[in-house]
C-alpha cells in the first residue's frame, strides 16, 4: 500500500450567521447565501469526511483508519486514542455575529455527553474594518453576575472584546465564553466534538421566525469565570516551522513558505497543513500534488519524508 497526501470533499453548513466569502474568497463549492462552516476533515458522527482524489477516493477516513490505524494516525497518537481521530478541522465565515458560547472540559463532556471535551485555536484569515472577536470575562466574575447579566440583556458589558486583523491568532480552552465577530473569516483546529452551550444568540430568529435553544444552566458548570488571556504571539520566519499553539491536544506551526523544504516525520504522528495563503506542492515517490488558499491536506504518519514546495502561508498541525 502506497500512502499519499490525503484531501477530502467538505462538509458545508449553512448558518444562520453564515455568508458567502468561503465561495468567494476559498472557492467552495457553495450554492447557499448563509454558508457558516466549512468542515475540512472530521470524523463527528454524521459528518465523516470523503477522500476526494487518488486510490482511495469516495471512502470515509473513519474506514481508512479502522484498517490501518497507526499508518493513518501514527503509533503514539494511536496508543493514546486508538483508532479515534482527536481533532476536528473547519474554515468559517462569520457574516453576522456567532453565538455566545462556551465548551465543556473532557471531564464534563465525557461524564454529560460521551464526548471530548472542546479545546480550540483560531487563526483569522480575513478581517473586515473594525471586526472583533468576545473571549473571556473583562474582570473577574461568578454564576450569579453571569444570570444577572444576562437575564438584563446586558451580557456583553461584561465580556472582553478585541479587534483582530488577518494572521492573528488566538487560543481557547475549554471553559472560555467566546463568540467570532461579524466580518471574520477563520481557520478552527479543536478537539473532535460538537458540543456547544449556547449561553445568548442577540435574540435573533430563523426564517420560520424560531429562536435557536439557549444552554444556559448547563453552561454553569462549564465556564470559567476568571479573565484569560487568549492572543498568541508568534514569529514568521520564512521556511521554517514557527511555534504558535502547544497543547496537550494538538501542536500548531506556521510556516512562511517560500520556495522548497524537505519534510522528516518520525511516524509518531499525522500531520495537517491548511493553507491559509498562496499555493503550494507536495513532492513524493516521485508524484506531486498541487494546493492553493483553502486547502487542508491530511499526511498520514506512514509519510516520513516529502517535500513542501511553493510560496504559502501555512499551518502545520500535529499531536506530540
Known amino acids: 500500500m502506497t500512502f499519499y497526501p490525503l484531501q477530502f470533499e467538505p462538509i458545508l453548513k449553512e ?10 474568497i476559498l472557492n467552495k463549492p457553495i450554492a447557499s447565501t448563509h454558508i457558516g462552516e466549512s468542515w475540512e476533515l472530521s470524523t463527528v458522527a454524521g459528518d465523516v469526511s470523503i477522500v476526494a482524489h487518488g486510490d482511495w477516493k469516495g471512502s470515509a477516513l473513519t474506514d481508512i483508519i479502522n484498517e490501518f490505524p497507526e499508518k493513518i494516525l501514527g503509533t503514539a497518537v494511536y496508543n493514546r ?44 484569515l480575513q478581517a473586515d474594518d ?54 471574520l473569516m477563520v481557520a478552527e483546529i479543536q478537539q473532535t466534538s460538537d458540543i456547544t452551550y449556547r449561553l445568548y444568540d442577540f435574540d435573533r430568529v430563523d426564517t420560520n421566525g424560531n429562536t435557536r435553544e439557549l444552554h444556559v444552566d448547563l453552561a454553569l458548570e462549564a465556564i470559567n469565570y476568571n479573565t484569560v ?9 520564512s521556511n521554517e516551522s ?53 486547502d487542508t491536506v491530511l499526511i498520514p504518519a506512514a509519510m516520513h519524508a516529502f517535500i513542501i514546495n511553493g510560496k504559502a502561508s501555512i499551518l502545520e498541525i500535529y499531536i506530540s
Not at 229 to 237: A, G, I, L, V
Open 15 to 24: 448558518r444562520i450567521w453564515g455568508g458567502e466569502k468561503l465561495k468567494t
Open 81 to 124: 486514542f486508538g483508532k479515534q481521530f482527536p481533532l476536528l478541522f473547519k474554515y468559517l465565515d462569520a457574516r453576522q455575529d456567532l453565538s455566545i458560547q462556551v465548551h465543556p472540559n473532557d471531564a464534563l463532556a465525557k461524564k454529560r455527553h460521551n464526548s471530548f471535551g472542546k479545546t480550540e485555536m483560531w487563526y483569522i
Open 130 to 183: 473594525n471586526a472583533r472577536i468576545i473571549v473571556g470575562f473583562k474582570e473577574k466574575s461568578n454564576p450569579e453576575a453571569y444570570l444577572e447579566n444576562l437575564k438584563n440583556k446586558t451580557l456583553l458589558s461584561i465580556l472582553d472584546d478585541i479587534k483582530v486583523q488577518a494572521g492573528d491568532v488566538f487560543f481557547l480552552e475549554t471553559g472560555t465564553v467566546h463568540a467570532i465577530g461579524a466580518g
Open 229 to 237: 488571556e487568549t492572543k498568541k504571539e508568534y514569529s514568521k520566519n
Open 242 to 294: 514557527n511555534p504558535v499553539v502547544d497543547c496537550p491536544y494538538f501542536t500548531t506551526n506556521f510556516i512562511p513558505l517560500d520556495g522548497a523544504i524537505s519534510v522528516s516525520k518520525s511516524g509518531e504522528s499525522f500531520t495537517v497543513y491548511m493553507c491559509v495563503e498562496g499555493a503550494f506542492e507536495i513532492e513524493f515517490d516521485n508524484s506531486k500534488l498541487e494546493y492553493k488558499k483553502g
